[in-house]
């Protein structure tokens, strides 16, 4: 088996919902890791990750100048705020889920992290 | 008119926020506008609910508890103006209770504003009659088609209605359902004198609008890389600083805990938006994708490369029907096979339930301490030494849902060992208002703006002779 690392070693990430349907930005620490991202995070392989939670569909947009992906992960809440029965009706926590993402260690990884002392200097490019 | 900078701050993310936050913020950097957003999309049906049983109710009482603290910095800050959507679904009363705060701490002579208009239940059924389906954007379906009557209906207006209101002296403005990004729009417009068709600078704006409407999560809080150095006992709310030519800072006040970073602002940025290349609002059609961020400071982000067209031809509207109960409650159960204790706990309740013809028509287990709230996702823990067992039910009846919420107390002493957790008040059933996402002709909506001193809203000033404050 492949070595893996966690998607967090490379990405920080938030979570919220709109309507029934949740979005999960996950955003690159840098322009490797996002080159990564968007070579290996695909639609397909986020609604893998997501599919014990049945999402209907996962549309994936691009916002290079923050370095992110944007998944808009369709019917994945089980009704949405105002119908869900689950604790986390609003997908609050899908990104704290997608960080522990496991994914191939990347050959480059050390240019993926977040740069050290300073993850101010993240989109100085 | 313009000046070089004007400086917003928001002081309140939601309905419920820390209380302390707007009167914390004011005070501790002079700020040109407070805003306060408080509409969830389902707020306003909670309120519709309210404003049913009582009509002088129907707006957000937290901005009432509040308002008395914030009087005493309008008093001493001349140049401070308040912001808020907190009119829910009745600003017009909003407004009389705010003039009656006010009056009371000697400022009668302020000038409120109420912007209404995007209540659309009084003439539902003449939009309907003129051709409007209310169809749901989500799924497609038309509105006849869902058998139950609306509980709310409420288009998103602009900052249009906003502006008009300073323009006419507004020291205080409160509104109904507008975009919450609006919020800093409207005072945008009014303090450049931008044209609504100026798209690019109504896109810093917008983008300064969205950083901010949220409270804190921009300057520290639900940052992912959040560790103990991160400071948030007394986390600093944010402040949008805006020029003329559409720069925008990110900041928050000095000696305030919190960070305001590259990535807190990244992380906010990107919050419960869909296609940022459409982040869609009354007042244009802003594109996100672009956008670039960089610190030049310490809590300074400056946010450039926002851009944007045309407002969308119909106004999104939030709507909800009433979908009967929802009730949930929990347990606690602990030592060997806490997890296997739980869910039988679960089968006992629901074999009552069912004995007793009331078992609710869906229902939810959950063992909090083994990876439920993603099941499937997270990874197993198949040990804990103690879990929380919470079951959630929506029934149709009030009845059955009560009924599912007395099985609770009874498993303490006629179910599993180890069972504890249970000392609380017996939660009750709340309704459920179910989301109906539709939208409405522009031209079908007009924006009112009433304007009047503190004193004239308690003499009863008439709330029929309104402006209108419509973006073109």
Redesign the interface.
Known sequence: MNPTIRL?EIA???S??????A?I?V?AYTPAGFEFLGQYLTEMRMAQ?????KPRLV?R????????Y?F?VLDVL??????S????SQGK?????V??MPIPVPHNLDAMR?PVGS??????R | MARKTIRIGNGAGFWGDNLDAPVALAEASPLDYLTLEYL???TLSILAHLKARDPAAGYVSDFALILPRLARVLAVQPQLKIVTNAGGMNPIACARAAARILAAQGLDGISIAAVAGDDLAPHLAAHQAAGEMFANL?TGQALSDLGAPLASANAYLGGGGIATALAQGARVVITGRVADASLTVGPAVYEFGWNWTDHKRLAAATVAGHLIECGAQVSGG????WTDALPLADVGYPIAELTDDGGVVITKPARTGGAV???TV????????????HYLTPDLDAD????????IGADRVAVT?AAGGPAPPRYKVSA?WR?GF?G?ATLVLCGDHAEHKARAAADLIFARLRRAGAMPR???V?C?GTG???????PRTGDAREVVL?I???DTACETIERFLREFSPLVGSGPPGVTGYTGPRPKPYP????W?SSIARERVVPEVFVHAARDWLAGAPADHASTGVTP
């Open positions: 967090a920080h990430a938030r919220g919902d709109k309507g029934s349907h979005n930005g955003i990750y997501l599919l014990p939670l549309q947009f691009a916002m290079p100048g923050i370095l992110a944007n808009l089980a009704g949405g705020a105002s119908r029965l689950r604790t986390d926590v899908l990104s704290t889920a960080l522990e977040p993850e101010q200097k993240k989109n100085a | 969830a999309e389902l989500d639900m940052f992912s890389g970073t590259v990535p990244a992380e906010q940025l990107i919050y419960e938006i869909g296609d940022p290349t996100f994708s672009q956008v670039q961020l960089s610190q490369g909800a979908d929802l949930a869906r229902t939810h959950e909090l439920d709230t993603l099941p499937g996702v997270w919470r959630a039910a929506h459920v208002f179910a989301y996402p």
